[in-house]
């Protein structure tokens, strides 16, 4: 097991809720409601992650996607209610999943909206003054507030009125529902931090993942400490760019090691990791383009859209939106400009 893996299971058996009853497995739906491909009507695809995710009455919001525009108008088109949220959750601290906060805020200001805590985030945060070296021999004007800093030193967010709540270890946000918390060690990406959302039900943990930036097999590793069995992962997976030696011991380990029964990956999981998934899992591949919602109990299935695998349509718009991503993220790392 990861070092770090064993920390959030140390972490979370001390922090966690008292245990509850898990939801019924056919009561959790989830809707794509902002992705790079799809085959609905009405709704617009664009580079970004969001989704509902809904479990009994519990309606969660995943992610924003990239533009509060398009977000809007694809949530409009999918009859989301952003009013009637019992809470968001954003996955990490990129545009491409956060840029439909502003539409988010302007229509339900004091929704209660989980998200990464770092020490200088976008989300806001705080740290101890001690986070500093001091030098007391300095004249009280070359010193951080003359040499008697407060206690706590709190950061301002980009959305200061904004409802968060900062997370940095495995958290139960209501029953039978997690946050993964961990951090990617990956060049490009190091030290960020993200959030994944973890589903009990009655057949394993239904995993909901925005870029899984610190490794889809960590944060399944994290969630096993919840319950061991996985039913079903979904998101996307960050193979965009890998060669296919790492697509494939991805692959691998999801299928062989991790035993996942379903898979649903979207966004930034990629074209060849999208082909060798279904390769792999067959009849439990589930197609996850823009606009599909699922039902997801023991036999998950789409609702509103086929299972069929990506077809040439789709890899036309998917790959269209990759490179205007590629072309706005022509500064980050060349192995890992999209997020």
Not at 57 to 73: H, P, S
Not at 219 to 233: C, G, K, M, S, Y
């Amino acid at each position: 097991m990861h070092p770090q893996s064993l920390v959030f299971a140390a972490v979370l058996a001390a922090s966690a809720l008292p245990a509850l009853a898990a939801p019924v497995a056919g009561d959790v739906r989830l809707t794509v409601i902002y992705d790079a491909f799809g085959k609905q009507a009405g709704v617009d695809k664009d580079w970004g992650y969001a989704a509902l995710v809904e479990v009994g009455g519990t309606r969660i919001l995943f992610d924003t996607g990239n533009d509060a525009e398009v977000f809007e108008r694809n949530a409009a088109a999918k009859g989301v209610d952003l009013t009637r949220l019992d809470f968001a959750v954003m996955s990490h601290r990129h545009g491409d999943h956060m840029g439909g906060l502003a539409h988010l805020l302007a229509v339900n200001p004091r929704v209660k909206i989980y998200a990464p805590k770092e020490g200088f985030g976008v989300y806001g945060g705080n740290l101890p003054s001690t986070f500093y070296r001091k030098d007391a021999a300095l004249p009280a004007e070359q010193r951080y507030f003359d040499g008697a800093p407060p206690a706590t030193l709190h950061f301002g967010a980009a959305w200061p009125k904004a409802n968060f709540e900062l997370v940095d270890k495995g958290l139960q946000i209501a029953p039978g529902i997690h946050l993964v918390s961990l951090v990617s060690d990956k060049t490009g990406t190091l030290e960020l931090r993200e959030l994944s959302l973890v589903i009990e039900t009655r057949d394993g943990n239904v995993i909901v993942v925005g870029c899984s930036h610190p490794g889809i097999d960590r944060i399944v590793e994290a969630a096993n400490v919840i319950d061991p069995r996985t039913h079903l992962v979904a998101g996307g997976l960050h193979l965009v760019n890998a060669d296919d030696a790492a697509v494939a011991t991805t692959v691998t380990a999801l299928h062989e090691r991790f035993k996942v029964a379903w898979i649903a990956p979207g966004h930034c999981s990629g074209e060849p990791a999208f082909a060798a998934l279904k390769a792999a899992f067959g009849d439990r591949y589930l197609y996850a383009g823009l606009g599909t919602r699922f039902e997801i109990g023991t036999t998950p299935h789409a609702l509103a859209a086929s299972t069929r695998a990506m077809d040439a349509e789709d890899l036309v718009d998917y790959r269209a939106a990759l490179a205007a991503r590629n072309g706005d993220d022509h500064h980050e790392h060349a192995g890992l400009a999209v997020h």
